[in-house]
Each structure stands twice: as C-alpha cells, then as structure tokens.
C-alpha cells in the first residue's frame, strides 16, 4: 500500500492486493467508465468528478491493483500504472 500526497491537495493510492481471490471493488455510481489497455492488460478507469480509479487483475501472477488519484490529469493516472513494476 504506498500513498502520495502533494501540497495542493492531490493524492495517488496504490493498493496491490496479492492473492488469487481478491476482489476488486470500485464504486461507479454517477461515475464515468471507460475500458483502458494498461501494461497490455484490459482495465477500467473509473472517473468522478476530479478523481480518477484504475483497477486490474493478473490472474497469473495472482494479484489486484488499484490505483485512485485526485488532483491530476486523466493521462498522469494511466502513466503512473503503465509505470508500476510488479515483482
């Protein structure tokens, strides 16, 4: 679990769970939903109002992450997965 913080009020939270059965919750009600290719795997992007959700699985590797950020650009959000190196 790591969580940024930056003076103005934004933050990222990552979360990676590591587990075969984790389940992923994210709360979609009045939210924007949208399919994005992250590390070449299928996700959802979960937009509201200013803060963006990323969340994935890796069935083979057998892990969930979840990525919630406010206080940046929808492109900062999917940069920050696509840069995540999971061992």
Known sequence: YY???EPGGGYIDITLLLSS???GVIDTEDAAVEDVTV???QT???TR???YSIVWADVERSYLLTITAS???KEDII???EELIIN
């Open 3 to 5: 969580y940024f913080t």
């Open 21 to 23: 059965n984790s389940v």
């Open 39 to 41: 590390q070449g795997m």
């Open 44 to 46: 959802k992007l979960v």
């Open 49 to 51: 109002s200013d803060e």
């Open 71 to 73: 206080g940046i650009e």
């Open 79 to 81: 940069r920050v997965a």
